[in-house]
C-alpha cells in the first residue's frame, strides 16, 4: 500500500451543486488525518497545466452552501492524449502529490481508471453529476438539487399551462439518462415521460391525447429527457402538433439552470458523507475506484463497473407515473 501523506482534489466535467460540500469535506477530512491537501483547478486541464495549491481549512470555508465548484471544472481533450497525462503525472510528482480524489461523472472516472493504469498512481472518485447515471451508488451529488429546481419550474409551467389550455413540453437534461426526467416528471404530475432507456411512440401520445383532450383535461406537460430517442422538446413538440393541430403547444427547454444552485440538505449531506468516505477510504488502501452510497451503506465499486454497469431506470416508476397521469 502506498504511504500516502499529500493529496490532491478536483472537479471535472460538468458541475452540480454539492461539490463544493465534497470539497470541503474532502479538505477538512484530509488535515484532520494529517495529510497536506492540495486544490487542482479546472479539472485535468489544470493538472495538465500545473493549477495546483495548497488548501487549508479556511480555503473551505462558507461554501457548503454554494453551488458550482470553487475549484472550477472542465472538460480535457489534452488527457485523452498520453502526452497530456504524462505532463499531468509530472505535476503530480513535482508536487510531491501522493494520490488523487476526483470528483464528477463517467468521463472524468474513464479519464481516473487510464491513469491510475498508466502510471500506477492512486485515484479515488466521488460521483458528482446531475444525472444520476453512475452504478455504484443510489445518487449521484447533484441529483436531488436538480429535481428540485425541474419541479419548481414545472410547477409554474402547469400554471400558465392551464390558464391557457396548452400543451407544454419540457426539456429537461440527461443526454444518455432519464432519471431527471422520471424523478421530476412524477413530481409534478406530468402526462407523459419521455426518456432514452425506452422506445417513445409518437402515436401512443397523440391516441391518448386525441382520447383526453379537452373531455378530462385541458392542459398538460410533457416531460422530455434531452436524449430521447425521437430527439428533443422540438421535435416531440412538432410531431404531436402534426397530428393534433388542435391542441395549442408550446415548448421549455430547462437547459443548464438545472446545474446551479444552492444544493438541498440532501445533496449536502451525500457530499460531505462521500467526501469523508473518499479520504478515509484512499488510506485504507482504495483506489480506481468509486465512492458511493447504497442502502445508507457506503460501498466502493471500480472505476470500470462505474462506468460501464449502466444503473437501470425503474420501469416499474415509470409505468406508475402513466397510471397516475390518465
Ligand atoms: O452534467 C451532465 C449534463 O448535464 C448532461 O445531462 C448534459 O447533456 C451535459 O451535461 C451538457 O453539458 P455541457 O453543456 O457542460 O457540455
Known amino acids: 500500500m502506498p504511504h500516502i501523506t ?28 494529517g495529510l497536506d491537501v492540495f486544490g487542482i483547478f479546472r479539472g485535468y486541464e489544470g493538472l495538465i497545466d500545473n493549477q495546483i495549491e495548497q488548501m487549508y481549512s479556511h480555503s473551505v470555508s462558507n461554501i ?6 470553487i475549484l472550477k471544472t472542465a472538460r480535457s481533450k489534452r488527457f485523452l492524449e498520453y502526452d497530456g497525462r504524462l505532463k499531468a503525472y509530472n505535476n503530480l510528482r513535482e508536487n510531491k502529490i501522493d494520490a488523487l480524489v476526483a470528483i464528477g461523472g463517467n468521463g472524468t472516472f474513464t479519464g481516473a481508471a487510464i491513469f491510475d493504469n498508466e502510471f500506477d498512481f492512486p485515484v479515488i472518485g466521488l460521483p458528482g453529476t446531475i444525472d444520476n447515471d453512475l452504478y455504484g451508488t443510489d445518487a449521484t451529488i447533484g ?6 429546481t425541474v419541479v419548481e419550474a414545472a410547477d409554474k409551467i402547469r400554471d400558465t399551462a392551464s390558464s391557457h389550455d396548452r400543451l407544454f413540453f419540457i426539456e429537461v437534461m440527461g443526454r444518455d439518462a432519464g432519471f431527471i ?17 425506452t422506445i417513445t411512440y409518437i402515436d401512443n401520445i397523440t391516441r391518448l391525447l386525441k382520447h383526453d383532450w379537452r373531455k378530462s383535461k385541458t392542459s398538460g406537460i410533457v416531460i422530455v429527457a434531452e436524449g430521447d430517442d425521437m430527439g428533443g422538446a422540438y ?5 404531436v402538433k402534426e397530428k393534433l393541430p388542435h391542441i395549442e403547444t408550446r415548448v421549455t427547454i430547462l437547459g443548464h439552470i438545472q446545474r446551479g444552485g ?3 440538505s440532501f445533496d449536502r449531506v451525500l457530499a460531505s458523507s462521500l467526501g469523508y468516505y473518499a479520504v478515509n477510504g484512499l488510506l485504507e488502501g482504495h483506489r480506481g475506484e468509486m465512492a458511493g452510497i447504497i442502502n445508507k451503506e457506503v460501498v466502493y465499486t471500480p472505476f470500470d463497473q462505474a462506468i460501464k454497469h449502466h444503473k437501470d431506470i ?3 416508476l415509470l409505468e406508475m407515473s402513466r397510471i397516475l397521469a390518465l
Open 6 to 33: 499529500r493529496i490532491g482534489v478536483m472537479t471535472s466535467g460538468g458541475d452540480s451543486p454539492g461539490m463544493n460540500a465534497a470539497i470541503r469535506a474532502v479538505v477538512r477530512t484530509a488535515i484532520f488525518s
Open 64 to 69: 457548503i452552501q454554494r453551488g458550482g465548484t
Open 143 to 148: 441529483y436531488d438539487t436538480a429535481l428540485n
Open 181 to 197: 426526467a422520471l424523478r421530476s416528471g412524477i413530481s409534478c404530475g406530468a402526462e407523459f415521460i419521455l426518456v432514452p432507456e
Open 235 to 239: 421535435d416531440i413538440a412538432r410531431m
Open 262 to 264: 444552492s444544493p438541498t
Open 314 to 316: 425503474n420501469k416499474e
